[in-house]
Nanobody
Framework: QVQLVESGGGLVQAGGSLRLSCAAS????????MGWFRQTPGKEREFVAG????????YYADSVKGRFTVSRDNAKNMVFLQMNSLKPEDTGVYYC??????????????????WGQGTQVTVSS
């Protein structure tokens, strides 16, 4: 089992920045691909960013490319999502997710085995 806890959400004005953190505990963090997703009421949970265990493979949703940066610190069992130039449409509950895979990362939600409880991000216009 892997437990994931997100933090860092909040209310920010458009154009501002937030840094989300995801702390993992339980089994070793090594060899887990990690992803960030977000969800708003009435919509499907959508992919935001994904990073492989080594950090060598990183993917972003088109809507966040150039504004968001995903990173990880395996020594500290942490994953981060730096969000800059935030827009009102970035509002939602942000979740981190984990899947055991030493080589790849994933851009859809189905492969992920473990999820955090989410952190709310609200961007005001």
């Amino acid at each position: 089992q892997v437990q994931l806890v997100e933090s860092g959400g909040g209310l920010v004005q458009a154009g501002g920045s937030l840094r989300l953190s995801c702390a993992a505990s339980g089994r070793t963090f090594n060899y887990y691909a990690m992803g960030w997703f977000r969800q708003t009421p009435g919509k499907e949970r959508e992919f935001v960013a994904g990073i492989s265990w080594s950090g060598g493979r990183i993917y972003y949703a088109d809507s966040v490319k150039g504004r968001f940066t995903v990173s990880r610190d395996n020594a500290k069992n942490m994953v981060f999502l730096q969000m800059n130039s935030l827009k009102p449409e970035d509002t939602g509950v942000y979740y981190c997710a984990a899947k055991f895979d030493p080589y790849k990362t994933y851009t859809t939600k189905d492969p992920y085995d473990y999820w955090g409880q989410g952190t709310q991000v609200t961007v005001s216009s």
